[in-house]
Protein backbone atom coordinates (compact mmCIF):
# COMPACT_ATOMS: atom_id res chain seq x y z
CA UNK A 1 0.00 0.00 0.00
CA UNK A 2 1.52 3.21 -1.08
CA UNK A 3 -0.79 5.65 0.28
CA UNK A 4 -2.51 8.84 -1.53
CA UNK A 5 -0.06 10.87 -4.06
CA UNK A 6 -0.56 14.20 -4.95
CA UNK A 7 1.35 15.86 -7.61
CA UNK A 8 2.51 18.68 -8.02
CA UNK A 9 4.02 19.37 -4.41
CA UNK A 10 4.25 22.63 -5.06
CA UNK A 11 2.83 25.25 -7.71
CA UNK A 12 4.17 28.99 -8.15
CA UNK A 13 1.57 30.71 -10.56
CA UNK A 14 0.75 34.12 -11.24
CA UNK A 15 -2.47 35.54 -10.60
CA UNK A 16 -4.68 35.10 -13.40
CA UNK A 17 -3.25 31.45 -14.64
CA UNK A 18 -5.13 28.58 -14.52
CA UNK A 19 -3.25 25.16 -12.32
CA UNK A 20 -4.47 21.64 -12.25
CA UNK A 21 -3.61 19.38 -9.56
CA UNK A 22 -3.52 15.58 -9.37
CA UNK A 23 -4.28 12.84 -6.29
CA UNK A 24 -4.02 9.50 -6.31
CA UNK A 25 -5.49 7.69 -3.74
CA UNK A 26 -5.14 4.29 -1.97
CA UNK A 27 -5.83 1.79 -4.57
CA UNK A 28 -9.74 -0.06 -4.47
CA UNK A 29 -10.68 3.36 -2.03
CA UNK A 30 -13.86 4.35 -3.07
CA UNK A 31 -14.22 7.68 -1.56
CA UNK A 32 -12.02 10.37 -2.65
CA UNK A 33 -11.77 14.09 -0.77
CA UNK A 34 -10.35 17.58 -1.77
CA UNK A 35 -9.96 19.49 1.03
CA UNK A 36 -7.56 23.21 1.57
CA UNK A 37 -5.65 24.44 4.62
CA UNK A 38 -4.41 28.08 4.93
CA UNK A 39 -1.68 29.10 7.51
CA UNK A 40 -2.86 27.97 10.93
CA UNK A 41 -5.81 26.72 10.36
CA UNK A 42 -7.51 23.12 9.88
CA UNK A 43 -8.39 21.24 6.80
CA UNK A 44 -11.83 22.48 4.92
CA UNK A 45 -13.89 20.64 3.02
CA UNK A 46 -14.44 21.42 -0.62
CA UNK A 47 -15.82 18.39 -2.83
CA UNK A 48 -15.94 14.81 -2.76
CA UNK A 49 -16.35 11.60 -4.71
CA UNK A 50 -17.62 8.44 -4.34
CA UNK A 51 -16.41 6.40 -7.59
CA UNK A 52 -16.37 8.73 -10.53
CA UNK A 53 -19.60 10.92 -8.73
CA UNK A 54 -19.10 13.91 -7.48
CA UNK A 55 -21.85 13.91 -4.86
CA UNK A 56 -21.15 17.07 -2.40
CA UNK A 57 -19.72 20.59 -3.40
CA UNK A 58 -18.70 22.97 -0.45
CA UNK A 59 -19.82 26.26 -0.87
CA UNK A 60 -16.10 27.59 -0.48
CA UNK A 61 -15.42 25.69 -4.26
CA UNK A 62 -16.47 29.11 -6.52
CA UNK A 63 -17.07 28.54 -10.34
CA UNK A 64 -13.71 29.15 -10.71
CA UNK A 65 -12.80 25.34 -9.47
CA UNK A 66 -13.72 22.06 -10.92
CA UNK A 67 -12.80 18.45 -10.01
CA UNK A 68 -13.37 14.99 -12.04
CA UNK A 69 -12.68 11.77 -10.92
CA UNK A 70 -12.57 9.70 -14.40
CA UNK A 71 -13.47 6.17 -14.22
CA UNK A 72 -13.29 6.44 -10.19
CA UNK A 73 -9.53 6.46 -10.34
CA UNK A 74 -7.17 9.16 -10.05
CA UNK A 75 -8.65 12.69 -9.43
CA UNK A 76 -8.27 16.31 -10.84
CA UNK A 77 -8.86 19.32 -9.40
CA UNK A 78 -8.64 22.61 -11.46
CA UNK A 79 -8.65 26.32 -10.28
CA UNK A 80 -9.44 29.00 -13.21
CA UNK A 81 -7.98 32.22 -12.79
CA UNK A 82 -5.97 32.01 -10.43
CA UNK A 83 -6.28 34.36 -7.55
CA UNK A 84 -3.82 35.33 -4.57
CA UNK A 85 -6.42 34.28 -2.13
CA UNK A 86 -6.15 30.82 -3.66
CA UNK A 87 -2.80 30.30 -2.42
CA UNK A 88 -3.28 27.55 0.37
CA UNK A 89 -1.96 23.68 0.83
CA UNK A 90 -4.71 21.50 -1.53
CA UNK A 91 -5.11 17.94 0.54
CA UNK A 92 -6.60 14.74 -1.16
CA UNK A 93 -7.89 11.82 0.75
CA UNK A 94 -9.24 8.91 0.32
CA UNK A 95 -11.39 6.43 2.43
CA UNK A 96 -11.92 2.46 2.13
CA UNK A 97 -15.30 0.62 1.13
CA UNK A 98 -16.16 -0.61 4.54
CA UNK A 99 -19.46 -0.19 6.51
CA UNK A 100 -18.69 2.64 8.77
CA UNK A 101 -17.06 5.09 6.09
CA UNK A 102 -14.74 7.62 8.33
CA UNK A 103 -11.27 6.76 8.30
CA UNK A 104 -9.68 9.47 5.65
CA UNK A 105 -6.01 8.86 4.64
CA UNK A 106 -4.06 12.18 3.56
CA UNK A 107 -1.83 12.52 1.13
CA UNK A 108 0.90 14.86 1.37
CA UNK A 109 -0.63 18.10 -0.42
CA UNK A 110 0.15 20.49 -3.01
CA UNK A 111 1.38 23.69 -1.77
CA UNK A 112 -0.28 26.56 -4.28
CA UNK A 113 1.29 30.24 -4.25
CA UNK A 114 -0.32 32.86 -6.28
CA UNK A 115 1.60 35.67 -7.21
CA UNK B 1 -18.50 30.79 16.19
CA UNK B 2 -16.50 27.61 14.62
CA UNK B 3 -18.12 24.47 15.32
CA UNK B 4 -14.83 22.43 16.41
CA UNK B 5 -12.91 24.59 18.86
CA UNK B 6 -9.25 23.88 19.22
CA UNK B 7 -6.18 25.78 21.45
CA UNK B 8 -3.86 26.61 18.71
CA UNK B 9 -0.89 27.02 21.69
CA UNK B 10 1.62 26.42 21.21
CA UNK B 11 2.18 23.42 23.83
CA UNK B 12 5.74 23.25 25.14
CA UNK B 13 6.39 20.26 27.71
CA UNK B 14 9.68 18.26 28.43
CA UNK B 15 10.36 14.51 27.03
CA UNK B 16 8.64 12.46 29.17
CA UNK B 17 5.71 14.36 30.15
CA UNK B 18 1.88 13.59 29.68
CA UNK B 19 0.67 15.86 27.16
CA UNK B 20 -3.29 16.52 27.09
CA UNK B 21 -4.46 18.21 23.96
CA UNK B 22 -8.51 18.74 23.73
CA UNK B 23 -11.41 19.92 21.36
CA UNK B 24 -14.81 20.95 22.00
CA UNK B 25 -17.76 21.31 19.28
CA UNK B 26 -20.74 22.20 18.97
CA UNK B 27 -22.87 20.11 16.53
CA UNK B 28 -24.39 17.10 18.33
CA UNK B 29 -24.82 15.27 15.03
CA UNK B 30 -21.41 14.14 14.75
CA UNK B 31 -20.50 10.36 15.80
CA UNK B 32 -16.54 10.08 14.87
CA UNK B 33 -14.33 11.84 16.28
CA UNK B 34 -10.26 11.58 14.70
CA UNK B 35 -6.71 12.84 15.70
CA UNK B 36 -4.46 13.49 13.16
CA UNK B 37 -0.62 14.39 13.65
CA UNK B 38 0.66 16.90 11.02
CA UNK B 39 4.63 17.83 10.46
CA UNK B 40 5.18 21.35 9.00
CA UNK B 41 4.55 21.15 5.57
CA UNK B 42 3.40 17.57 5.49
CA UNK B 43 -0.24 16.51 4.83
CA UNK B 44 -2.28 15.19 8.32
CA UNK B 45 -1.63 11.88 9.38
CA UNK B 46 -4.43 9.64 11.03
CA UNK B 47 -3.78 8.49 14.97
CA UNK B 48 -6.51 7.11 15.91
CA UNK B 49 -10.23 7.37 15.60
CA UNK B 50 -13.42 6.38 17.91
CA UNK B 51 -16.92 6.11 17.50
CA UNK B 52 -19.29 8.07 19.56
CA UNK B 53 -18.48 8.00 23.83
CA UNK B 54 -15.67 5.90 25.27
CA UNK B 55 -12.28 5.87 25.59
CA UNK B 56 -9.56 4.13 22.94
CA UNK B 57 -5.74 3.24 23.60
CA UNK B 58 -3.01 2.56 21.03
CA UNK B 59 0.27 2.74 22.84
CA UNK B 60 1.37 5.83 24.34
CA UNK B 61 -1.89 7.54 22.78
CA UNK B 62 -5.54 7.62 24.35
CA UNK B 63 -8.28 9.04 22.71
CA UNK B 64 -11.31 10.33 25.08
CA UNK B 65 -14.72 11.40 23.53
CA UNK B 66 -17.31 12.59 26.21
CA UNK B 67 -20.96 13.45 23.89
CA UNK B 68 -22.84 14.89 27.04
CA UNK B 69 -20.31 17.65 27.59
CA UNK B 70 -19.03 17.49 23.90
CA UNK B 71 -15.35 17.57 24.61
CA UNK B 72 -12.23 15.17 23.07
CA UNK B 73 -9.29 14.37 24.35
CA UNK B 74 -6.09 13.39 23.36
CA UNK B 75 -3.32 11.94 26.19
CA UNK B 76 0.18 11.34 24.84
CA UNK B 77 2.15 9.26 27.30
CA UNK B 78 5.91 9.23 27.61
CA UNK B 79 6.49 12.35 25.07
CA UNK B 80 9.18 12.26 22.92
CA UNK B 81 10.62 15.02 20.48
CA UNK B 82 9.42 13.31 17.27
CA UNK B 83 5.97 13.97 18.89
CA UNK B 84 6.96 18.15 18.07
CA UNK B 85 3.73 18.63 15.65
CA UNK B 86 0.46 19.92 15.35
CA UNK B 87 -2.11 17.97 16.16
CA UNK B 88 -5.81 18.71 14.34
CA UNK B 89 -9.01 17.21 16.05
CA UNK B 90 -11.57 16.04 13.58
CA UNK B 91 -15.22 14.82 13.36
CA UNK B 92 -17.94 13.65 11.47
CA UNK B 93 -21.35 13.05 11.00
CA UNK B 94 -23.55 10.34 10.28
CA UNK B 95 -24.15 12.02 6.69
CA UNK B 96 -23.55 11.12 3.32
CA UNK B 97 -20.15 12.40 2.85
CA UNK B 98 -18.64 11.73 5.32
CA UNK B 99 -16.95 14.81 5.59
CA UNK B 100 -14.39 15.77 8.14
CA UNK B 101 -14.84 19.52 10.47
CA UNK B 102 -11.30 19.95 11.56
CA UNK B 103 -10.30 22.26 14.30
CA UNK B 104 -7.51 24.57 14.06
CA UNK B 105 -4.61 22.42 15.43
CA UNK B 106 -2.23 22.56 18.89
CA UNK B 107 1.24 23.31 17.94
CA UNK B 108 3.13 20.69 20.62
CA UNK B 109 7.05 21.30 21.00
CA UNK B 110 8.12 18.46 23.19
CA UNK B 111 12.03 19.24 24.49
CA UNK B 112 14.59 17.19 25.01
Known amino acids: DTGVSQDPRHKITKRGQNVTFRCDPI?????LYWYRQTLGQGPEFLTY????????KSRLLSDRFSAERPKGSFSTLEIQRTEQGDSAMYLC?????????????FGPGTRLTVT | QKEVEQDPGPLSVPEGAIVSLNCTYS??????FMWYRQYSRKGPELLMY????GNKEDGRFTAQVDKSSKYISLFIRDSQPSDSATYLC????????????FGSGTRLLVRP
Open chain 1, 93 to 105: ASSPRTLFVYEQY
Open chain 1, 27 to 31: SEHNR
Open chain 1, 49 to 56: FQNEAQLE
Open chain 2, 27 to 32: NSAFQY
Open chain 2, 50 to 53: TYSS
Open chain 2, 90 to 101: AMSAMDSSYKLI
